[in-house]
């Protein structure tokens, strides 16, 4: 199950990562809404899963919000 998870947050990095840095910037994830209610619904996510407070997501925070939320 967590493999599922993990190739998820795989693709949504390869689709929304515009740098190629590996990790998905506040910038990145916020330019995907253009509706202000939900940019900060995105933002709070950041907030909520930026584990360790890059102020990026990488690939295990990305599939960590996918696990507990059931994004899948």
Not at 2 to 23: C, F, M, P, T, V
Not at 29 to 55: G, M, R, V
């Amino acid at each position: 199950m967590d493999a599922k998870y993990d190739e998820w947050a795989q693709k949504i990095l390869r689709e929304l990562d515009s740098d190629r840095n590996g990790k998905l910037s506040r910038e990145e994830i916020l330019i995907t809404c253009p509706s202000e209610e939900k940019k900060k619904e995105l933002s709070q996510f950041f907030d909520k899963y930026d584990a360790n407070d890059d102020q990026q997501i990488d690939v295990v925070e990305l599939s960590n919000w996918i696990r507990c939320e059931h994004v899948v």
